[in-house]
T-cell receptor, first 114, second 115 residues
Framework: AQSVSQHNHHVILSEAASLELGCNYS??????LFWYVQYPGQHLQLLLK??????LVKGIKGFEAEFIKSKFSFNLRKPSVQWSDTAEYFC????????????FGKGTRLHILP | ETGVTQTPRHLVMGMTNKKSLKCEQH?????MYWYKQSAKKPLELMFV???????ENNSVPSRFSPECPNSSHLFLHLHTLQPEDSALYLC??????????????FGQGTRLTVV
């Protein structure tokens, strides 16, 4: 069965530290890839997405992610985190040609220390 | 504000009650989804509707009954729930299904507590 794995369930960093959250998916076909963020008490919102083209995708708030097809990975990065980045981050995959069922990872809870 | 509105935001119900969750979107989308978000579990897709037709039922117990009267509204009818059904129920919409490049827009969710 198709799945999305997020390696880190809980990450704690100090402000200005660099961030990388891992995401791997299991599906051999064409995919759309997403990172969603859920700030405390707020709804899930899109951080960035990859459909095609340049595998390095830039999103809002200084986040970026790189799609590495050979590794089935779509890791999220930010060079210098801020306290306001404290949130839960979800990697998600849409399987092309298999309707738009969106499969989510378990999420990574990121806590930034001021 | 995402354009997807869910009501109520919070709901406490007994195991013998019947209640309904409502989702409304004004984005002109054709697909709507119900997800369940429990602690320490992945977001679980429950139901998918595309052009008002149910295209996915992800082995959800019959005590959850979805209804999609039109492309803008989606309901989740609840009856004889169990305490383990307590969770955040999220509604989402997207332009459509069928392998197109789409993203989902989420509502703020209904926090359900079954007592």
């Amino acid at each position: 069965a198709q799945s999305v794995s997020q390696h880190n369930h809980h990450v704690i960093l100090s402000e200005a530290a660099s961030l990388e959250l891992g995401c791997n998916y299991s599906y051999g076909g064409t995919v759309n890839l997403f990172w969603y963020v859920q700030y405390p008490g707020q709804h899930l919102q899109l951080l960035l997405k990859y459909f095609s083209g340049d595998p390095l995708v830039k999103g809002i708030k200084g986040f970026e992610a790189e799609f590495i097809k050979s590794k089935f990975s779509f890791n999220l990065r930010k060079p210098s985190v801020q306290w306001s980045d404290t949130a839960e981050y979800f990697c998600a995959v849409t399987l092309m040609n298999r309707d738009d069922k969106i499969i989510f990872g378990k999420g990574t809870r990121l806590h930034i220390l001021p | 504000e995402t354009g997807v509105t869910q009501t109520p935001r919070h709901l406490v119900m007994g195991m013998t009650n019947k209640k309904s969750l409502k989702c409304e979107q004004h984005l002109g989308h054709n697909a709507m989804y119900w997800y369940k978000q429990s602690a320490k579990k992945p977001l679980e897709l429950m139901f998918v509707y595309n052009f008002k037709e149910q295209t996915e039922n992800n082995s959800v117990p019959s005590r959850f009954s979805p209804e999609c009267p039109n492309s803008s509204h989606l309901f989740l009818h609840l009856h004889t729930l169990q305490p383990e059904d307590s969770a955040l129920y999220l509604c989402a919409s997207s332009p459509g299904t069928g392998g197109s490049n789409t993203e989902a827009f989420f509502g703020q969710g209904t926090r359900l507590t079954v007592v």
